[in-house]
């Protein structure tokens, strides 16, 4: 849980250092979906990120090394310049 938790976090700071969002101790993961949606290229990656990341924090699941390795796949698609 905590690397998924960690590529997340990793994610949303990249996002905002590329000016597709800004990151605020007050938003959540739908504010941030909501900034994201304008990309239409990025969107559906960012959103199964996501989806991802909420199923292991919020419903307290373990993420299986597969899972993980396609997490990271992703991550990479949607960092990649």
């Known amino acids: 849980m905590l690397f998924r938790s960690r590529a997340y976090i990793a994610l949303l700071f990249e996002m905002e250092l590329r000016g597709k969002l800004r990151l605020h101790r007050s938003k ?3 504010d941030y979906l909501n ?15 996501t989806g991802a990341f909420e199923e292991v924090w919020y419903g307290e699941q373990r993420a299986t090394d597969a899972e993980f390795d396609e ?6 698609e949607v960092t990649r310049d």
Request: charged fraction near 20%; charge should be positive.
């Open 28 to 30: 959540t993961n739908r």
């Open 35 to 49: 900034a994201m949606r304008k990309d239409a290229q990025l969107f559906p990656a960012f959103s199964q990120l």
């Open 71 to 76: 997490f990271l796949a992703t991550y990479r």
